[in-house]
């Protein structure tokens, strides 16, 4: 796509962190590395991200609680950068809803929710709670990196199940 993308990475600190960095080297491609800023803090909070948004295509946030402001605010982010997509984390809270409250959940088109089956993580999947106008019933198994139905992933989940 040749975007230029921003990484806010809030949870493991950015390119001081190992992860992080094992990460990229796993993920991102050397040529789209040079499209790539990480960074570890967002020292004015929202204002951090307003600044990569009005700099950058894509700003990608791990996690939005850290930015220690009200999920409210993110539909702000959209109305002012409208042309910037924004890929945002947002934590779970203990019944597997979103951790402030489900406002970002209304305000954003799409809404992927990442499950954990088992602790190999081998059945990992993420599905669509919420794509404004388009399809939900696709899953993305994570770690084979394939596409699948409700179906297939049923007949898949139900080889893990004791």
């Known amino acids: 796509m040749g975007r230029a993308s921003s990484f806010i990475d809030l949870e493991q600190g950015g390119v001081a962190s190992k ?4 990460s990229i080297e796993r993920n991102i491609k050397d040529k789209n590395c040079s499209r790539l800023y ?3 803090e967002a020292p004015s909070s929202i204002d951090t ?3 990569a948004a009005a700099q950058f295509d894509v700003v990608v946030i791990d996690s939005w609680q850290k930015l220690e402001i009200p ?3 993110f539909d702000e982010l959209r109305s002012e950068y409208p042309n910037t997509v924004f890929i945002v984390i947002f934590q779970q809270n203990g019944e597997g809803g979103t951790r402030g409250g489900v406002t970002a959940d209304y305000d ?3 809404a992927i929710k990442v499950h954990r089956v088992d602790s190999t993580f081998q059945y990992n999947y993420a599905s669509l709670q919420k794509n404004r106008g388009n ?3 696709l899953n ?3 770690s084979s990196s394939e596409v699948v139905n409700e179906e297939e992933l049923a007949t898949r ?3 893990v199940q004791p």
């Not at 992860?19 to 094992?22: L, V, Y």
């Open 71 to 73: 999920n409210t605010r």
């Open 135 to 137: 399809k939900t019933d």
């Open 19 to 22: 992860d992080t960095m094992s």
């Open 157 to 159: 989940l139900d080889l």
């Open 108 to 110: 954003a088109p799409v």
């Open 140 to 142: 993305w198994i994570i």
């Open 49 to 51: 991200v307003k600044q």
């Open 38 to 40: 990480i960074a570890g």
